[in-house]
């Protein structure tokens, strides 16, 4: 797990091949109403290009047997790594985006601290809920986590709307069909915790609030 400091960044999270590109990329926002979206989209990034990685150096073994299945639910994590990257930045990039522009901590703005406040709320609740015994479920969190917040949010900012094309509840049913035919016990346990987590997570998002350094009391976002 990666959590983003705003005081003190580990140097360890400091990608070397840092695009070229990514200080260009600005999250637009009207409201920081709507940063608790992005810092889900950044931890979503995180581990979808994440997942990828490993998938290919076959460090991940994708839990569907069906192929076609198993098809359709990487093509559908390559097309959120595409569009998820378009519109975020994953935590590594932002860990640095925040060390490099902003060298002092009084000089963070508002949204950038709000966005890593939220951001490590997801992943504290993530750990919190996420035993050593469960079995990580990447593909399940993934859809679970975006299917939660999506179709319940909604205030969800239009230019996430591509995100919508995706039928994750159709994926997540090959997830399901794959535990209730499997005969270990302790993935079809995990299937079921992977469910709790997510809406844990989603649950502590919506109730988090970011609470900004003023004497006014109604700044808490």
């Known amino acids: ?20 590109t990514f200080l260009r990329i600005r999250m637009e926002i009207n409201s920081l109403r ?24 076959k460090e991940f073994d994708i839990c569907i047997k069906d192929e076609k299945q198993e098809k359709e639910i990487i093509d559908s994590i390559k097309f959120l790594k595409t569009h998820l990257s378009k519109f975020t930045l994953n935590a590594y990039e932002l860990a640095s985006l925040i060390k490099i522009k902003y060298t002092k901590q009084k000089s963070i703005p508002h949204y950038y601290r709000a ?53 994750y509840f159709k994926l997540l049913s090959y997830i399901e069909y794959a535990a209730k035919e499997e005969t270990d016990e302790e993935f ?17 998002l919506k109730n988090a609030k970011f609470k900004i350094n003023t004497t006014r009391k109604s700044n808490v976002l």
């Open 1 to 20: 797990m990666i959590y983003i400091y705003i005081i003190e960044l580990n140097s360890l999270l400091i990608l070397v091949y840092i695009k070229s």
């Open 34 to 57: 709507n940063v608790k979206t992005e810092a889900l989209f950044v931890y979503l990034n995180t581990i979808v290009q994440d997942y990828l990685e490993k998938l290919e150096i």
């Open 115 to 167: 966005l890593t406040y939220y951001y490590n709320v997801i992943i504290i609740e993530m750990e919190k809920q996420f035993q050593p015994e469960d079995k990580w479920i990447p593909e399940q969190i993934i859809f679970a986590l975006l299917s939660e917040w999506i179709f319940e949010e909604e205030k969800l900012n239009t230019k996430f709307d591509i995100l919508k094309e995706i039928d």
């Open 188 to 204: 079809k346990k995990s299937v079921k915790e992977m469910y709790l987590i997510s809406t844990s997570v989603i649950k502590s």
